[in-house]
């Protein structure tokens, strides 16, 4: 039903700032406005499982990170624009990976992000950041 598209990886040197964006459509629901979720931010590289990288609440008031990103990451949502950001500084070749925008649409009391992949159901396609040294 959710649509997600991120946006906005490429090849930059360590030490770097880097903004992604993921852009969320229901084009199902019409005239109807779309419904906001809990959101996150999840990374792969080469080898290695998927990791969390970033949650982020509906409202976008509460965020999430592991101690990897800590500091240096930051994920927000601008909900007119159906559209989730995350601002990555102080970049290191270690943070190269394949990063997914994901979605949580079913609605569940209690939490207010969600830190494990399998919390979500909507997932994009990704989007490559390359971190030189």
């Known amino acids: 039903q959710v649509q997600l598209l991120e946006s906005g990886g490429g090849l930059v040197q360590a030490g770097d700032s880097l903004r992604l964006s993921c852009v969320a459509s229901?084009?199902?629901?019409?005239?109807?406005?779309?419904?906001?979720?809990?959101m996150g931010w999840f990374r792969q590289a080469p080898g290695k499982e998927r990791e969390f990288v970033a949650a982020i609440s509906r409202s976008g008031d509460s965020a999430n990170y592991p101690d990897s990103v800590t500091g240096r990451f930051t994920i927000s949502r601008d909900n007119a624009k159906n559209t989730m950001y995350l601002l990555m500084s102080s970049l290191k070749p270690d943070d190269t990976a394949v990063y997914y925008c994901?979605?949580?649409?079913?609605?569940?009391?209690?939490?207010?992000?969600?830190?494990?992949?399998?919390?979500?159901?909507?997932w994009g396609q990704g989007t490559q950041v390359t971190v030189s040294s």
């Open positions: 229901t084009p199902s629901l019409g005239r109807y406005a779309m419904g906001t979720y809990a």
């Open positions: 994901a979605a949580r649409t079913i609605y569940s009391s209690g939490a207010l992000y969600y830190t494990r992949s399998q919390d979500y159901d909507s």
